[in-house]
């Protein structure tokens, strides 16, 4: 439980005041109407209904707001982080019925995950459905090692409860484990009746979300939530390489996947080679567990939308393997992995300390002012971690004493890095408060209408209507024909330079502000009939 709660707070430190950038604008506008007009059964944009999710997760939003009396990022980003911090819990509780070390590892993997440590602390709905897979996982796994040979009944308001936050996706991810789980004990009664149960709950709550649909926007709403949830995510056009997601974990998932890679065909060859050690528990754990993450990249493969977040499941069953190369005490290529993999842990806060100069540097060139920054004295603090991890190293009497001393020094280098440098180096990479706020100052002075040229609603719409003080209603237009419509004049928000182009026998354009949005260049103009 104490490690959950350090770890909660890593995950909300320092976000509150945070803008909101990329991917979880969408969602700081669901909650921010959501707050101002009450719950739906779906989400809303502009007081339209958005197809793409259920809106339990905007409701777990809008109960923290209603506590604090503000949407903001604090409010918004805390039941991700509760949820994050849920998975480290029960990571831990898992292993630690095996041995309180490799507990201790898996978590220090789990810290050390990229995508895992980002989407920690941000608006994410897969870091919810990772949670509810391994709470899944858990209650089955307890009740198999406790001799009880049910299926919890939890399982059930789990799998609802998904379903409600991230659709069928919400269902099928969670289920994944679980299936593996009984198919390698080969209880195919289980299997069937769970697979049984879930595909009913599937069809019974997808049935019941088109009827919701159908009530909160008619007949062409229930189809786009079905061209959305299904027939979008299977076929959106993008046809990426059916590796992509094999490929870019190296990076996406780095610490966990490419550690659990290795070692997992190590693992393979010693025991098909020594023909021993398969009947090992921890061993047939790290084996299952290789097989259900390899079973959610293979699934989330074929549909042609990929994202590195859909595959946040497969996070602790990674952990799991590559924390077990750190934890066992094995001789030949296994003995070299443990040593290699502590190695590169124990470097961590040194690598960083060598990284940051360059990376600030690079940052510069592309024209991004870091001097605000306190990276002369983060590369001080990692420094001084690299040396307090190698003195434990080397000085330290109780082996599994000095290596936990030793990874958590890296964590706490890593998460130094994330939350003074690489957070705020993307916050003001992708900043587009500044823009907005000095737009807003001048329509609002003028009071016209805020008019989008050739831009979609749900991309860079929602980006500046989150990032203004007050809810907004934007119009879009895709033709300079549609500014007759606006009898009073309009303010025109555009990426394209179409000063020539609004210079009419009708009309009196002005450019009155440049900036970014989401490090995108926009230009805005009061246009005016003459």
């Known amino acids: 439980m104490s490690a959950a709660l350090i770890c909660l707070l890593l995950f909300i430190a320092g976000i509150w005041d945070q803008g909101y950038i990329g991917f979880e604008t969408r969602f700081a506008l669901f909650a921010r109407e ?50 994050a911090a849920i998975t480290v819990f029960f990571a831990y509780r898992i292993l630690s019925h095996y041995d309180r070390n490799w507990a201790f590892y898996c978590v220090v993997i789990l810290l050390l995950t990229n995508t895992f440590a980002t989407e920690a602390r941000a608006i994410s709905l897969d870091q919810t459905i990772a949670t509810i897979s391994i709470v899944s996982f858990y209650l089955v796994w307890r009740s198999e090692m406790s001799g009880k040979g049910a299926i919890p009944w939890l399982i059930w308001p789990l799998l609802v409860f998904g379903f409600s936050v991230r659709g069928p996706l ?33 069809v019974a709550l997808w049935l019941l979300l ?17 061209r959305m949830q299904i027939g979008g995510r299977l076929n959106s056009g993008a046809s990426p390489e059916f590796g992509t997601y094999f490929k870019d974990a190296f990076g996406n998932y780095a610490l966990a996947y490419p550690f659990a890679v290795l070692g997992y065909f190590a693992l393979l060859y010693r025991v098909f080679t020594q023909q021993s050690g398969a009947g090992d528990d921890k061993l047939r754990l790290v084996i299952f567990m290789g097989v259900w993450a390899l079973v959610i990249m293979l699934g989330m493969s074929f549909p042609d939308t990929k994202k590195s977040r859909y595959l946040l499941s497969m996070t602790f069953p990674l952990s799991v393997v590559a924390s077990y190369f750190i934890y066992q005490h094995e001789k030949g290529v296994l003995a070299f992995l443990r040593r290699l993999y502590t190695g590169i842990i124990l470097a961590l806060p040194g690598l960083l300390a060598i990284a940051l100069p360059f990376a600030a540097q690079k940052a510069a060139d592309k024209g991004i002012e870091l001097a605000s920054f306190p990276v002369k004295n983060v590369i001080i603090i990692l420094v001084v ?97 549609n500014i007759a419509d606006f009898e009073s004049g309009l303010f025109m928000v555009t990426q394209e330079d179409i000063t020539a182009d609004l210079q009419g026998p009708n009309v009196a354009a002005k450019l009155v502000a440049t900036g970014t949005m989401n490090n995108t260049s926009f230009l805005a103009f009061t246009v005016m009939p003459k």
């Open 34 to 83: 959501m707050f101002a007009d009450g719950p739906v059964w779906f989400p809303t944009t502009y007081g339209q209904p958005y197809p793409d999710y259920p809106a339990m997760s905007t409701f777990l939003i809008y109960l923290v707001a209603n506590l604090l009396g503000e949407v903001n990022k604090f409010a918004t980003v805390l039941p991700t982080a509760l949820s």
């Open 385 to 481: 971690l690299q040396i307090v991890a190698i003195a434990w190293a080397v000085i330290g009497r109780r082996e599994n004493t000095a290596l936990r001393a030793e990874l958590s020094m890296s964590v706490v280098a890593f998460w130094l890095v994330l939350i003074t440098i690489l957070e705020p180096a993307e916050q003001l990479t992708r900043d587009s408060r500044q823009f907005v706020s000095r737009v807003e100052a001048i329509r609002q002075e003028q009071n016209l209408p805020l008019v989008f040229y050739r831009e979609k609603p749900d991309v860079m719409g929602i980006v500046y209507v989150v990032n203004a003080d007050q809810l907004l209603t934007p119009a879009f237009i895709d033709d300079l024909a």
């Open 170 to 202: 919400g269902i099928v991810l969670p289920s994944t484990g679980i299936a593996v789980f009984y198919l390698f004990r080969f209880q195919w009664k289980k299997l069937l009746v769970y697979g049984a149960a879930s595909i009913a709950i599937l």
């Open 210 to 226: 088109l009827q919701l649909a159908k009530a909160s926007g008619g007949e062409a709403f229930v189809a786009e939530v079905i």
